[in-house]
């Protein structure tokens, strides 16, 4: 079988375009989409399998990210996050906003326009709750593990807060009007890049931002591994990517407008903000709307990590740069010596070698191999323009898992593989480890836009996968490292296991306060798993338990744990600061039992 999966990889990676490979998923969907084929698949596969872990085929759908809510929808609605595991039933779902969902594409000829009509419809919202006693929270694509989102009372659903799409023009500063300088330092070189600044609407999903920034012929700086997020709900989270020289998104942030609790609007900057406030102040439609400028370092680094409490985010400008390609390469190494290595010399500037810096480490060690180690795969990855990309660097990743994402019942049958064959997921896990390693010297390397590289592109499969994350100063990632390991080695012995690697992502500071990397540049872990397999739920949540007793700053949308006060205040040195403004912009109005817990 091993033999078979690596032809049918090469093959895939070599011989088979992106077009014959979405060709061949339509077709293989299209067999399996039936009912009754799904029930054949079924009936063999969970012979003498126990009822918790029998694959369960036959649903008309699968899990996904699009899902819309209707303006006025005169019925009972009922909202879930991603998971599943956080749903409401909310007394009324709200859907602002003159963009669209569904025809983003289509409405491109009025991207240039400011929706202030979306704006009076989101104020009228938070009266009206405000006049019912009701509290407010905004969803996007429910992307948290954490209820952060959720709310019985009112939901603004913000699909349709994706009007503005534009270069930031209107009340600039000349100094940043036609791109402009700023330092960055990658692979241990300092330089100057010339950036830009681009405007778009809160409730604008990443891969909607990405294709209005290509249009302009801009990108993003960094990325997390996957588009599908709101990118007001990223930011409010501190998602992030990888690269010591790269913040999370938030960091890219250079204004915010948000409404806040008595539905007042602020447009909330640094001291030294890129807006000109004579200009500001001066316009007739600020005037009509009421949008109070505030620049102030305080303010900004308090709203910024919001994490849905400061208001509704209406809009943002965020730092972006000119379009660029990436070069990516996956190297297998044994993690004892890779630790040697980035020990040995200065750790920062080991890291900064490159660009991306990532590493995949296997929980577990195969002790049927000959040699037996712990495997972990870097992933580095550069500007394609400074370094030697080979003739036969490819276009496609070279693993299998960028075929299987897209067969619609991939998802479901991954954890029916992982429970019937748990004793081998450290082998499994060595093997798709290998089966992602891709370098200039075996398979070439993987060269393309800077959005496809930085894309995990796992598709569906995605929403059958849940995670944890943390993070670490850098130097004590080790010992979290080593935590991990340790408590998932103690719990093979009752046969839990994790089914997938986990993640080291080294992020640059940023100072928003409830920002994972608010304290210094950050490592950030994230242990992964499959939902649906036996044991890792509560494997999960005894890693996090033992991470957060050494020091842990948890993730807002990946944790399975409650959270408490306690937990805030000793993982965040600025609570009380952020506090203080939440009571300011978001007050009652924008919490829930969630953010309560935190507050109280």
């Not at 801009?218 to 997020?229: P, Y």
């Not at 990855?381 to 075929?403: G, M, T, W």
């Not at 996968?465 to 935590?483: L, P, R």
């Not at 080695?489 to 080291?504: N, V």
């Amino acid at each position: 079988m091993p033999d078979r999966i690596e032809d049918l990889d090469e093959t895939l990676t070599h011989h088979c375009t992106r077009e014959k490979r979405l060709q061949w998923v339509k077709r293989i969907n299209t067999v399996v989409k039936p009912r009754f084929v799904r029930r054949i698949i079924e009936n063999r596969l969970n012979k003498d399998s126990p009822i918790h872990e029998k694959v369960i085929l036959s649903f008309d759908e699968e899990l996904s990210y699009s899902k819309t809510y209707e303006k006025d929808f005169p019925f009972r609605q009922q909202w879930s996050n991603w998971y599943g595991n956080h749903a409401s039933e909310p007394l009324k779902i709200f859907v602002p906003g003159s963009g669209s969902h569904s025809k983003f594409e289509a409405i491109s000829e009025q991207w240039g326009n400011y929706d202030y009509k979306g704006l009076e419809e989101v104020k009228e919202i938070i009266s009206y709750a405000e006049a019912e006693g009701r509290k407010i929270r905004a969803i996007g694509s429910g992307h948290a593990l954490t209820p952060i989102a959720q709310s019985e009372d009112f939901i603004v659903c913000t699909h349709n807060l994706n009007l503005t799409q534009r270069k930031a023009e209107q009340f600039i500063k000349p100094e940043f009007l036609n791109g402009f300088d700023v330092d960055v330092n990658f692979r241990n070189v300092k330089s100057k890049e010339k950036h830009f600044l681009f405007e778009t609407s809160g409730g604008t999903k990443v891969h909607q931002l990405i294709t209005a920034l290509e249009k302009d012929g801009l990108a993003l700086m960094n990325k997390g591994g996957s588009s599908i997020q709101a990118i007001s709900g990223a930011i409010a989270t501190s998602t992030h990517g990888s690269g010591i020289g790269l913040g999370p998104l938030p960091g890219m942030v250079k204004s915010m407008t948000l409404v806040g609790k008595g539905s007042k609007a602020y447009r909330v900057e640094p001291t030294n903000g890129i807006t000109d406030p004579e200009l500001f102040l001066a316009d007739p439609e600020v005037q009509k709307h009421d949008i109070q400028l505030i620049q102030d370092d305080d303010t900004f680094n308090a709203v910024m990590v919001g994490v849905g409490s400061m208001g509704l985010v209406f809009s943002l400008i965020v730092e972006v740069q000119k379009s660029y390609k990436l070069y990516e390469e996956r190297v297998i190494w044994e993690w004892e010596t890779l630790k040697a290595k980035m020990l040995e010399g200065d750790l920062y500037i080991f890291i900064n070698s490159n660009r991306n810096f990532e590493v995949l480490i296997n929980p577990y060690i195969d002790e049927t191999e000959e040699n037996p180690s712990r495997k972990c795969l870097l992933t580095t990855r550069d500007y394609a323009e400074s370094c030697e990309v080979p003739p036969i660097a490819k276009r496609e990743r070279n693993y299998l898992s960028s075929f299987v994402s897209g067969i619609s019942i991939s998802g479901r049958l991954s954890p029916w593989v992982f429970n019937r064959n748990s004793q081998n997921i450290p082998r499994m896990t060595n093997n798709s480890l290998a089966r992602l390693e891709d370098h200039a010297k075996k398979g070439g390397g993987f060269e393309d836009v800077s959005y496809k590289v930085l894309d995990q592109g796992l598709g569906e499969l995605k929403f059958y996968g849940y995670a944890i994350e943390f993070g670490f100063e850098i130097e004590k990632a080790f010992e979290a490292v080593d935590v991990i390991t340790k408590v998932c080695e103690e719990a093979k012995a009752y046969g839990h296991y994790l089914a997938a690697p986990f993640s080291l992502r080294y992020v640059k500071h940023c100072p928003g306060y409830f920002s994972m990397m608010n304290k210094s540049d950050m490592c950030m872990i994230e242990v992964v798993s499959v939902k649906g397999v036996t044991g890792t739920i509560s494997l999960m949540k005894r890693i996090e338990a033992e991470l957060l007793e050494i020091g842990a700053v948890p993730h807002w949308g990946l944790s399975l744990l409650p959270w408490s006060k306690e937990m805030v205040e000793r993982a965040f040195p600025h609570y009380e600061d952020w506090k203080r403004h939440q009571a300011i912009f978001g007050g009652e109005t924008f919490t829930n039992p969630f953010i309560k817990n935190i507050l109280d």
